[in-house]
């Protein structure tokens, strides 16, 4: 069905790359701007520090948002390969399932630096030396519940490793975000797929996680 578009143009940002998508409202997330230039590039550990998490008895943390479900499939690929936990983070109040619902909800939330109440709570935080930070991209970031999770969760030093969904924006300014969020924090090199490449993803996922220095398990 054909919606009509609206580009949301930011600083330092990229408008999306196929026509088709700039006449419709999923161009909103789909071709959210990049904001690359904007990230300044992370110190990642080495893989026997990466993998250390685990190997020395600490645990690992799979924290994701996933509204469409792309981004829960990419975090049970992930789980699948490392272990650990996997959390699912919601909000008190449910995002509306509606497209056009959620693209407007999103944007306000962003425009006016919301913290949606979260209802997802981990009472063993401080066991986690390891978190991977899953999320579809929303306006060129994670979508504003984790600002909230993250501002009342202090990450410390814990690695901290972003994986995402989108349709043509990537990571767009998370890493940013993130680095913010967590100053103290270990930045390891994140993962990006579209949404519509998520199920045959996995070969790219053991690549990334690879290359981190997390082994397969037997």
């Known amino acids: 069905m054909s919606k009509t578009s609206r580009i949301f143009l930011q600083p330092h940002t990229a408008v999306v790359h196929q026509e088709n998508m700039i006449r419709s409202r999923r161009g909103f997330l789909k071709g959210i701007a990049l904001g690359a230039a904007a990230v300044i590039a992370a110190p990642v550990l080495s893989r026997a520090s990466a993998y250390a998490a685990e190997a020395g008895g600490n645990k690992v943390l799979i924290l994701y948002f ?3 479900g792309n981004t829960r499939r990419l975090a049970g690929q992930i789980h699948g390969r490392v272990g650990g936990d996997m959390v699912e983070l919601k909000t008190v109040v449910p ?6 619902a959620v693209v407007d909800m999103a944007q306000k939330e962003q425009q ?4 949606p109440q979260i209802a997802t709570e981990i009472p063993n935080w401080d066991e986690y030396h390891t978190v991977f930070i899953g999320f579809p991209n929303w306006w060129g970031t994670m979508p504003m519940p984790f600002f909230t999770f993250l501002e009342k969760h202090n990450m410390g030093d814990k690695n901290v490793i972003p994986f995402c969904t989108h349709e043509g ?3 767009g ?3 940013s975000d ?4 967590c100053p103290q924090a270990h930045m390891l090199k994140g993962f990006e797929v579209r949404g519509s490449r998520v199920s045959s993803a996995q070969k790219d996922v053991d690549a990334w996680l ?5 082994p397969a398990r037997n």
């Open 173 to 175: 300014r998370s890493e």
């Open 169 to 171: 924006s990537r990571l």
């Open 112 to 115: 006016s630096n919301a913290r």
């Open 66 to 68: 996933s509204h469409s």
């Open 178 to 181: 993130l680095r913010k969020l």
């Open 210 to 214: 690879d290359g981190l220095g997390f």
């Open 95 to 100: 995002y509306p399932q509606d497209y056009d």
